[in-house]
């Protein structure tokens, strides 16, 4: 099966500029997952959907990101303004419901903020 | 509270000696377990899971973990440790509660 797909791989910013990230998930998996990784840390979960609807997104800095899940499928994350301290991997999961089968993740979006 | 606590920032063995990365949980609920490998500049592999079924799980490349409730624990291990082995490595909770990351334990090979 195909993986979850995510882009850019690479994206360079200046502060207070705003950005956007896409993530594909593996076709037919209900739940999706934004993670935000900052170097040496573990991953950080910003936002979870079931299908087009939030579950959890207690952890999302909401003042400056937002993220949406159109049509249940595809979802972007955005940022604006961006900080320095966004600098980080964002990395997007999927999992089919429940979870209990494990999640695959895409090989991240890096961000640097300058 | 919920939560995953990785016991050993950095571990580091000989090729070829055993490899234990320790994981304690707390969990309400039966929880479903997962270790996650994290290479260098590459993105998140799933190991093996726990899903309530066999307590010994074994996984992709020689790794096996063994959940044990009476512990709370999901211990990673390897018999044999590869150069390749070294990585980044992550005990995960999921199932039906929130997904929680534990910190992360560093494996370092050395020949």
């Known amino acids: 099966e195909a993986g979850v797909a995510q882009s850019p791989r690479y994206k360079i910013i200046e502060k207070r500029q705003s950005v956007a990230f896409w993530c594909n998930p593996i076709s037919g998996h209900a739940t999706l997952y934004w993670y935000q990784q900052i170097l040496g840390q573990g991953p950080k979960l910003l936002i979870q959907?079931?299908?087009?609807?939030?579950?959890?997104d207690s952890q999302l800095p909401k003042d400056r990101f937002s993220a949406e899940r159109l049509k249940g499928v595809d979802s972007t994350l955005k940022i604006q303004p961006a900080k320095l301290e966004d600098s980080a991997v964002y990395l997007c999961?999927?999992?089919?419901?429940?979870?209990?089968?494990?999640?695959?993740f895409g090989s991240g979006t890096r961000l640097t903020v300058v | 509270a919920q939560s995953v606590t990785q016991l050993d920032s950095h571990v580091s063995v000989s090729e070829g000696t055993p490899v234990l990365l320790r994981c304690n949980y707390s969990s309400s609920y039966s929880p479903s377990l997962f270790w996650y490998v994290q290479h260098p500049n590459k993105g998140l592999q799933l190991l093996l899971k726990y899903t309530s079924a066999a307590t010994l799980v074994k996984g992709i490349n020689g790794f096996e973990a063994e959940f044990k409730k009476s512990e709370t624990s999901f211990h990673l291990t390897k018999p044999s440790a590869h150069m390749s082995d070294a990585a980044e490595y992550f005990c995960v909770r999921g199932g039906y509660q929130k997904v929680t990351f534990g910190t992360g334990t560093k494996l370092q090979v050395i020949p």
């Open positions: 959907f079931q299908n087009n609807g939030v579950v959890d």
């Open positions: 999961a999927s999992s089919p419901s429940g979870t209990t089968h494990g999640y695959t």
